[in-house]
Each structure stands twice: as structure tokens, then as C-alpha cells.
């Protein structure tokens, strides 16, 4: 009776909140849907779903789970995007994220295995259109695990059937690897096979419906057509390329572009349209991953007040906790927006002069007032106003005035400049506006890690109607949006260009920047560069740039001995006014991308249990 009245109340809560599979017997699970729908809920909640408790680092020190985990360890800053030039952060470099944290989900696999093997024997319960609807939630499942393993490992061994032991001997369940081809193939097979068993709705979010299922179609298929087109590019040879398991034959890459855009459309039939709902255009684009209601949503996941392990903690760990101006209760932020990729909606040159000089301002906001508003809510710049608080960031004071050019001011030794740091206490800023954010400075030294390091705080996904004392660790209930249609649009317009079909990858990119405030394109603009970054800004901060350098074979360009920029205030106290200077980021981290890194090393543990996992890939 008690596990009956949980599983009632799970269904009747519309929770996807899951129970132990192993305390119930099959009778209890598949004969009724409120057994049947926690079993799948416990399947949804270890999706890979990279959302904002997902830690990439792997690092286990004691204080949550690694890795895709359930305990949801508040270091939210630990971000894919700290890696690779969105932002900056606790991380030293590519190393630690590169390799991966030995994702191996294949105990999750066989619970999938063996929901659809056994739920037929139970059909007879059910109504044939229900079978077909929780079928097809197992098959999307079953896909997205092995869509998680693809881009990490390339070929894997796909296992559809449920493998025991002692009844199957060790050589049997030493299973080969399927070469990267047959796995992406299998992917797409999987997803069609869900997209003809599902509804069109599900009755959440949270769940998968037909639609759903062609939005992860189109995403794999984009990647694994960009593996196939530029998978022979800076990479390292070995046995597992030669022999199919890290690679795919580039004549293969025009057939998966084409199946991205055919599930793109069929994702288009479907009751998805881009945020429009706020004439004002910075708050609109704010709103996108706030409001519930959002016809953007195809997939969320969500998180419930009042239980630690259910909440994030974004809202706490990217707003600022300083001494004298806090934005949060609890957390403090520590990873910020790059000048680099700012710069991808605006250059920014406003502050600089044609003969190199700094222009001066009056106040360090003036500089941002005319941006694209799609990039004055996706970053906080100085001026911006959350909770009651002026973001303020100084990063020190000339007493004298300002002479040279910013390239020359900036190639000095930091001994041999001028300024005084914003940390000096007598510095008072003539009156100027506002509190410094961490009670003195930019980066003034010994100051906690939330005083930002670039000048630029993230915005994206920070709920801006609480208020500080609702902004702690473990409390946040914002959603987790992991497909929403602007995505799709993307990987159209994207897998358009691969194919040259470029009036709709233009009326893609311009619907995406119609909405954001941003003038149209033309056909003329229309070059991979182009739909490349145009995905860059739209989808910042939200871990796809990680896996997109990737799959487009240009990380070891782009992270090869890079230091990322950040855009600092000054202030000229003879002069009254506010100059910028680009300069590298205050971490000074060095980011470079090894080639092997395109594919992660199998996890040793499963090679020395499987020697049929060889050869590992190559590098490792």
C-alpha cells in the first residue's frame, strides 16, 4: 500500500521523481502507469543532460557527485564554457575538462534494454496507444545515452539486448565497439523509431514527445556530419581510425546534413515558435529562459523548491556576493564573459580612437547603451542594475593624465604603469556613481573570486524578479532548457550551409535575429563563419561552444596558447572621465587544446574488463 500510494502520488504530481527500481518486482512496475512512469522518470533524471549541476571536470572532492550527478554540488562555475573562451573561471586550461570524466552509462543501457524488452508482456494492461507512447520514450532514452557516449568517444558497442550474467559467459558480454558510422546511424534509427511510436505531447516538459525526438535528431545528425566533413582535419592517426571507430568517411557527411535538416522541419510542425512576448527587446530575450510558458521550450528540465538535491544553484553562483553590494545571499560568482566573445555581437571599438587613444566617457556605462540587446541580456555590463544594485566594475585609477595609445599602456610591464588599483583606499572616484562590486574594486587583491575578472557578468538564465535574500545555494527552481527551438533553427540553418541551401539557412539566421533586436542578413552573408557565430551568440553559455569547436575540428586553433581579454574601467581623476582598455583576462590563463582530445581515451576500468574495447582511441 505505501509503494502504490507513492507511485500515485508521483504520477498525480506530474514530477518526474523516481523510486528504486530493485524494491519492486515486475508485476508491481509494469502493471500499472504509475509504476511504469516511475521507472522511466528514474531513466530521464540520469539523461546526460548537461545543465547547470552538470561539473564536466570530474573532480571528486567530497563535495557532490561528478559528473552528470544527482546531488547538484553548488560549484556551478565549473562550466564547460570556462574551457574553451565564453568565459573564464576556476579552470587552468583545456586539460581539465578534455579528458572527460570516464562516462560509461551503460547500466543505465540495460534498465532501458530491459523496459522495452519486458513492458509488451504486460501489454494486455494498457491501451495499444499507451504502450506505443512509453516505447517511445525508451527508444529516445536509449538514444540519447548513446548520443552522449558518440561525441565523446566515437565508436561504441551498441547493445540493444539485456545482457545477464551468470546465464551469458564473460566472452559473450565482451562486446566489439560498432565503428562511429554504424553508432550515429543507429542514433538516428532510434529517434525515428520514437518520433513514429510518440504523441505529440506528453503532458510536460519533461518528457519527450514526437517532436522532441526530431529535435535530438537534428542535433546529433549536425554533429555527426561535421565529424564526417571534418573529422581528417588536425587530428591524430591510429588503429581505432584506421579501422572505423574514431571517424567517419566524408562522403557520408551531405547524407547526415540532410537528415539534421529534415528533422529540423519536422520539429517545425510542431507548436515551437521563438520568444516574443516583450516589445521591449533585452527583456524579451531575458525572458526566454525564465518564463515557464515559453512556446520556445521542446525539452526542460525542472527543479522543485524546497529539496536541496531537486534546486540549482545558478542564480547564487553567477551573481556577485561583495562586501559592500550584494546581489545573493549565498555563492558569489566566479566565472565571467570573455571580451572575446562580447565582441562576437559588437567589436566594442567605441572605446578606442582611431589613432589608438582611449575615448573618454562620463559614467562606465555609456559605452554599452546602443549594443545588440540580445547581448545586453545575455552579459551585465557595467551600469546594469540587478536587485536594487549598480554593477560598478572599477578597475583602478590614473591621478595624472592619460597619455599613449591603449596598445601601448597595455604592452607595458604592470610595474611600469601608472594607475593605482582600485583596492587602494584612498582612491574615491571624485564622487563618481555606485559601489564598487566586492566593496573596492574589479579585481583588487585578496578579494573573494566573485569580483568579476573581465568586466562582464553573466546574465543568461538569472532570475532578476528575486530578491537578494532569496538568492542562496540549493534554492533555485529555474528550469533547465535542454532543447528549445532558436537551437533548432541553428542546426538548420547550419546543416543548410554544409549543403549549400542558403535562402533557408537565411531565413533561419534572420528569424533568430529578428527576435534578438539584430538587423537582417543577406545572402551575401550567408558563409559557414557567419552561421557558425551567429550559433556562438545565441547560444552562449548554455554548453554547446565546448562540443561545437569540436566537432569542427577548430579547438586546437582556437585554444593554442590562448589568453582570453576582458574590457577594464578606469578612472582619469584630472579629467573627471572614464577611459577602456582591452587587456588580458585577470586569471591569465593559458588555454591550449591537444588534437587527441577530439575523442576522450575509453575509461580504463571498462579496457581492462573488455580487452574487446581495442584499441583505445588514438593518443591514449
Known sequence: MIIAGLLISITSCQKLDAIRQDVLTDDQIFSSEAGITAYVAQEY??????????????RNDGSGDIGFNLHHEWEHFYRAGAACGE?????????????????????????VNYFIATLPKYASNFTPDKVNNFLGEAYFIRAYYYFALAKRYGGIPIITTVQNYPQQTVQELQVHRNTEDEVWTFIGNQLDSAYQLLPASMGALERANKYTAMALKSRAMLYAGSIAKYGSQNFVDGDARAQGFAGISADKAPAYFQKAIDASKLVAEGPYSLYRKSADKIKNYTDVFLDATSPENILIRSYYAGDPERCNSWDATFSPQGKLN?????????AYPTLELVERFDSLNMVINPDGTPRRFDHPADPFQNLEPRLRATVYFPGDVLRGKVFDQREGIYLTIFNGTVADEVAKPSGARSYLSSSDPTITYNGALGTVIGGAGMYPPGSPDNVTRTGFYVRKYIDYTKTVDQVNLFTGTT??????????????????????????????????????????????????????????????????????????????????????????????????????????????????????????????????????????????
Open 87 to 111: 568565459m573564464v573561471g576556476p579552470y587552468g586550461g583545456t586539460g581539465d575538462i578534455a579528458n572527460g570524466f570516464g562516462y560509461w552509462p551503460y547500466a543505465d543501457i540495460r534498465a
Open 45 to 58: 533524471r540520469k539523461l546526460p543532460i548537461e545543465s547547470f549541476e552538470y561539473r564536466p571536470d570530474g
Open 479 to 620: 528550469p533547465w532548457i535542454e532543447f528549445r527551438y532558436a537551437e533548432i533553427l541553428l542546426n538548420r540553418a547550419e546543416a543548410d550551409i554544409e549543403t549549400n541551401q542558403l535562402n533557408d539557412a537565411l531565413t533561419c539566421l534572420n528569424d533568430i535575429r529578428d527576435r534578438a533586436g539584430a538587423p537582417a542578413l543577406t545572402l551575401t552573408d550567408m558563409t559557414v563563419d557567419v552561421v557558425r557565430n551567429e550559433r556562438c551568440k545565441e547560444l552562449a553559455f548554455e554548453n554547446h561552444y565546448w562540443w561545437d569547436i569540436r566537432r569542427w575540428r577548430v579547438a586546437d586553433v582556437w585554444l593554442s596558447n590562448a589568453h582570453f581579454k576582458g574590457l577594464y574601467p578606469y578612472y582619469v581623476e584630472n579629467e573627471g572621465k572614464y577611459i577602456f582598455l582591452k587587456e588580458t583576462e585577470n586569471f591569465n590563463r593559458n588555454y591550449n587544446f591537444d588534437k587527441k582530445n577530439y575523442y576522450e581515451g575509453l575509461p580504463g576500468g571498462e579496457l581492462a574488463t573488455n580487452p574487446n574495447l581495442y584499441p583505445n582511441n588514438p593518443g591514449y
Open 326 to 334: 550584494y546581489m545573493s545571499s549565498g555563492g558569489g560568482s566566479r
